[in-house]
């Protein structure tokens, strides 16, 4: 029975340090910042947001035919549909200038969060505050849009009309699954500090690429919450839950298991289990200066 007592203390003391709370208040405001950027981007676009009745034919592409149709059911254009490429641009810059002002060691998405507690480089309870800050930041930036531009449709993760739903998860699954790789990867693979939020940004870039005509492209969670939560339209965003989630457990295993194995017994991962939540009192001392 005094094994509870002590863990809540343990959790407790971790949390209200002030290394966590800083670490919880630069997710906050750089998952702000990022999707603040990249989304009014995306909102002020020409095409963006505007009835198809108001559009000239020179804002509107003229072949959509490799392009799912129907893709916005209020009868709104998606700006993903006239300039892809101004899309995939925006959110791979602004990630990488989100990640260069708040610091290299934020992770900005509940998918890295993840993958960092379950590959034993993040403890649980530090975890869940990082995406709460991150979550909240998503519907800050999506606020604070939607009180300037007055609309935040066009920038809703939907599922494109044709499109199965375990189609869309596999694609959010696959997009992420990559992005979290690459991030790993930096931190495994020392890299000059300019570089790797470089590196980071052309993943989410390429994930744009591959899913911005197919489910909008999550492969951020509190990218996909943030607009869904303003505008009180959670229409299938379990599928970016399930892709998100399944894309960061398959990368957490992936890089630790097989692309750059850490134990080589079971015995070692448990030991670094142990060290990452020891409840000793003589210990925890030890463990909690080992994280901030």
């Given at each position: 029975m005094m094994l509870v007592p002590r863990y809540l203390g343990l959790v407790w003391r971790d949390i209200v340090t002030l290394s966590c709370l800083h670490r919880f208040l630069l997710e906050f405001l750089g998952t702000a910042l990022f999707l603040s950027v990249s989304l009014s981007a995306v909102l002020m676009l020409p095409a963006a947001g505007r009835p198809r009745s108001d559009?000239?034919?020179?804002?509107?592409?003229?072949?959509?035919?490799?392009?799912?149709?129907?893709?916005?059911q209020s009868g709104l254009v998606l700006v993903s549909l006239a300039c892809p490429l101004q899309v995939v641009l925006a959110f791979g810059l602004s990630i990488a200038m989100a990640v260069l002002c708040v610091g290299g060691e934020v992770h900005l998405n509940p998918a890295i969060t993840m993958a960092m507690a379950l590959s034993l480089r993040l403890r649980l309870w530090r975890a869940a505050l990082y995406v709460v800050g991150q979550f909240l930041g998503g519907v800050a930036s999506a606020g604070l849009l939607l009180g300037l531009m007055g609309d935040v449709t066009p920038v809703l993760n939907q599922v494109s009309s044709g499109v199965q739903l375990y189609q869309a998860v596999a694609v959010e699954t696959l997009v992420t699954l990559q992005l979290v790789l690459v991030v790993m990867a930096t931190i495994d693979v020392p890299l000059p500090a300019v570089v790797s939020p470089l590196v980071v940004g052309l993943a989410v870039s390429l994930g744009h690429l591959v899913a911005v005509s197919v489910t909008g492209c999550g492969m951020n969670l509190a990218r996909s919450f943030g607009p869904a939560a303003v505008t009180l339209n959670f229409s299938n965003h379990w599928v970016y839950w399930a892709g998100s989630g399944l894309g960061a457990c398959l990368a957490a295993v992936f890089n630790d298991v097989l692309l750059r194995p850490r134990w080589r017994r079971p015995g070692d991962w448990w030991a670094e289990l142990k060290q990452l939540y020891v409840l000793k009192e003589k210990h925890q001392q030890v463990a909690l200066s080992h994280l901030k």
């Open positions: 559009l000239r034919s020179a804002d509107i592409p003229t072949n959509l035919s490799h392009l799912p149709a129907d893709l916005h």
